[in-house]
């Protein structure tokens, strides 16, 4: 372990300043960090993404990690989105309003921080899933606001703990895994804005459990 540098001693550099370097996840920099882990995630289940799949928003990691193995790919957006792509318009925090036992995988990255009743949509999720089937979720631990979204839209922030009980009292704890990204590294870059291109990768692979970046959770319906 290294020396604790004496008080005044620390040089900020260009980190100094109130400012960050990025409001857009470093987005305008490069890859955003946060990325890198939930396309680690995705990547380690890949073998999830099969059958009737259904994404959040689009279906960018459908086509990118289930290749093949996706029989059919539905998008689930909120009928207030207006999103044309979408092809599931639904209030994910309304269990009633899917059709139970219709989808193999769901991956939900970046989405549930964003849902004010977190148990609601994790019950739909559950109800959709056929028996046997997967959901990839991704929840967000130390992070930047949206400024494009703002904070009224923003109401979570996700331990690991916090995820897995969430989860574990739908899903069962047997039917449930969470694995952790992030460190103080990870945590400071992306708060700033740095870009995954800026930061070395094995840095980013460390994991600290007392800086958590982002959490990824695969619970199986059973």
Not at 65 to 83: C, H, K, M
Request: hydrophobic share 45%.
């Amino acid at each position: 372990m290294r020396a604790i540098p004496a008080p005044g001693t620390v040089v900020f550099g260009d980190l100094g300043d109130v400012e960050p370097l990025s409001r857009k996840f470093g987005g305008d920099r490069g890859t955003p960090l946060d990325r890198y882990y939930i396309e680690s995630f995705l990547q380690r289940h890949a073998g999830d993404i099969r059958g009737r799949v259904a994404e959040i928003g689009d279906n960018v990691y459908t086509l990118r990690f289930g290749l093949a193995l996706v029989v059919t790919s539905d998008i689930i957006d909120s009928p207030e989105s207006a999103n044309p792509q979408a092809t599931i318009c639904i209030d994910l925090q309304n269990e009633n309003a899917v059709e139970a036992g219709r989808l193999d995988c769901i991956i939900v990255t970046q989405t549930l921080h964003m849902i004010y009743d977190v148990r609601g949509a994790i019950a739909t999720i559950h109800r959709a899933l056929a028996t046997g089937g997967v959901v990839l979720a991704t929840v967000p631990g130390i992070t930047p606001i949206d400024a494009q979204d703002g904070p009224e839209k923003w109401f979570w922030a996700m331990t690991q703990s916090a995820a897995r009980r969430l989860f574990v009292e739908r899903f069962g704890a047997a039917g449930v895994e969470v694995q952790q990204f992030g460190n103080v590294l990870a945590a400071t870059a992306f708060l700033q804005g740095l870009s995954f291109e800026e930061i070395d990768r094995a840095s980013l692979d460390v994991v600290d459990p007392l800086y958590p970046v982002i959490t990824g959770i695969r619970a199986t319906k059973f």
